[in-house]
């Protein structure tokens, strides 16, 4: 496997304020990549780190098995942290990590039908188990539904046209594979906008977020990630579209804001005061450097909350 290279990985780290007995949560285990540098921070600490892929499930414990032994990793979708963190009995954390959108090495596997470079049955399931891939959205949604989908979530100006070539083509014979969709999907796009971008890429996009109901689960996940946080404690999200960036943007802020009815008085009464402050106003973004050597870091954002009181 090609060596992976995680996304604000100097940033997210140093945004939880790690210490040696800090008890760290990463919602996106993935290939181990923040994971293994956080346990290499706290010596004294515990990690506890989500997954629900067992190939990074196997790949990761190799790797942090090296560096320590004090972690745990949960067979999970982080939209169940806090019901599985008490099965461990644990209550509070100090930090908690999401780093969102699929894995380098899934889209680096062709197999797995991530890709609209390379030919793999149509799949796109984070978990394997998941009874619904990309094979049922293509083949069985409605033309209404899929418009919707790659409207919504691939914010994709051809949506409807797309989803119209996809019914005529599927009448002919089910599509199976990405590049057959590819296929399709170019046909629905007019020649001059095919040079900016890949016209498959937000449409690809939009069918994993609905195949791994990636959007659903960030706001229940999110809340729940803040209730288990200790005073001075931090939850750190890396997303990779304006979609997710912008739910965790308004969910954060909205936690941070002053209640209207105290909102300008000179001393507002403790009790009026939120809970929580943003560490940085903006979203972080990756470097120049980063963006040199890691051209997947493009589009990603990191935002990062602190519990006060």
């Known amino acids: 496997m090609e060596k992976h290279i995680s996304v604000l990985l100097e940033e997210s780290i140093s945004a939880l304020n790690l210490k040696e007995d800090?008890?760290?949560?990463?919602?996106?285990?993935?290939?181990?990549?923040?994971?293994?540098?956080i346990l290499q921070r706290i010596k004294r600490g515990n990690?506890?780190?989500f997954d629900q892929d067992s190939e990074a499930i196997r790949h990761s414990t190799n790797r942090l098995s090296a560096i320590g032994t004090n972690f745990t990793i949960i067979k999970s979708n982080?939209?169940?942290?806090?019901?599985?963190?008490?099965?461990?009995?644990?209550h509070e954390v100090d930090g908690i990590l999401f780093d969102l959108g699929v894995s380098s090495p899934q889209l680096d596997d062709a197999s797995r039908g991530f890709s609209y470079h390379e030919d793999a049955r149509l799949d796109m399931r984070m978990n394997k188990d998941n009874p619904l891939s990309a094979y049922e959205v293509?083949?069985?949604?409605?033309?209404?539904?899929?418009?919707?989908?790659?409207?919504?979530?691939?914010?994709?100006?051809?949506?409807k046209n797309i989803a119209k070539k996809i019914v005529e083509a599927r009448k002919q014979k089910p599509i199976e594979t990405t590049l057959e969709l590819v296929e399709v999907i170019k046909s629905?796009?007019?020649?001059?906008?095919?040079?900016?971008?890949?016209?498959?890429?937000?449409i690809f996009q939009a069918?994993?977020?609905?195949?791994?109901?990636?959007?659903?689960?960030?706001?229940p996940a999110l809340e729940q990630a803040l209730s288990l946080i200790r005073v001075g404690g931090r939850v750190a999200v890396i997303t990779f579209h304006s979609l997710e960036d912008r739910i965790v943007k308004q969910y954060f802020k909205e936690q941070c804001k002053?209640?209207?009815k105290v909102k300008g008085l000179p001393n507002i009464p403790e009790e009026y005061l939120p809970d929580f402050k943003l560490v940085v106003n903006k979203a972080i973004l990756p470097s120049e450097e980063e963006l040199k050597n890691n051209n997947r870091a493009r589009s990603a954002k990191l935002r990062v909350i602190e519990k006060i009181k």
């Open 22 to 37: 800090s008890t760290i949560v990463d919602c996106t285990l993935g290939y181990g990549g923040h994971s293994s540098y």
């Open 47 to 49: 990690l506890f780190a």
């Open 78 to 90: 982080f939209v169940n942290l806090k019901e599985e963190l008490n099965k461990l009995n644990v």
């Open 207 to 219: 069918i994993r977020i609905e195949v791994n109901h990636e959007l659903d689960v960030l706001v």
């Open 258 to 260: 002053i209640d209207d």
């Open 188 to 202: 629905a796009v007019p020649m001059k906008f095919r040079k900016d971008k890949h016209p498959a890429r937000q």
């Open 138 to 159: 293509v083949n069985n949604y409605t033309k209404e539904e899929l418009a919707n989908i790659f409207y919504k979530y691939g914010e994709d100006k051809f949506s």
